[in-house]
Nanobody, 118 residues
Framework: QVQLVESGGGLVQAGGSLRLSCTAS????????VAWFRQAPGKEREFVAR????????NYADSVKGRFTISRDNAKNTVYLQMNSLKPEDTAVYYC???????????WGQGTQVTVSS
């Protein structure tokens, strides 16, 4: 089993920046990738960014390309999401999730709130 804990959320003005952290523990050796998702009230959960754990390959949703950067620190078992040029539309609860070699996401963090004011 893998445990994931997000941190770093908060309230920021439009145009500002935040860095989210996702720290993993437990049986993490089989993790294929870690991804960030977000969910705003009344909306579906949507994909934000993903990083493959070994290769470090990344991909992003079109809505955040050029503004967000996902990265990892292997020694700390931590994945980061650097969010720049934030917009009110980025307001959501942000979740990290671990992807297994089956490509499923069975493990999720508790979420961290990001609020961007205009």
């Amino acid at each position: 089993q893998v445990q994931l804990v997000e941190s770093g959320g908060g309230l920021v003005q439009a145009g500002g920046s935040l860095r989210l952290s996702c720290t993993a523990s437990g049986r993490t050796l089989s993790t294929y990738a870690v991804a960030w998702f977000r969910q705003a009230p009344g909306k579906e959960r949507e994909f934000v960014a993903r990083i493959k754990w070994n290769a470090g390959t990344t991909n992003y949703a079109d809505s955040v390309k050029g503004r967000f950067t996902i990265s990892r620190d292997n020694a700390k078992n931590t994945v980061y999401l650097q969010m720049n040029s934030l917009k009110p539309e980025d307001t959501a609860v942000y979740y990290c999730a671990a992807q297994l070699p089956t490509l499923q996401y069975p493990y999720w963090g508790q979420g961290t709130q990001v609020t961007v004011s205009s």
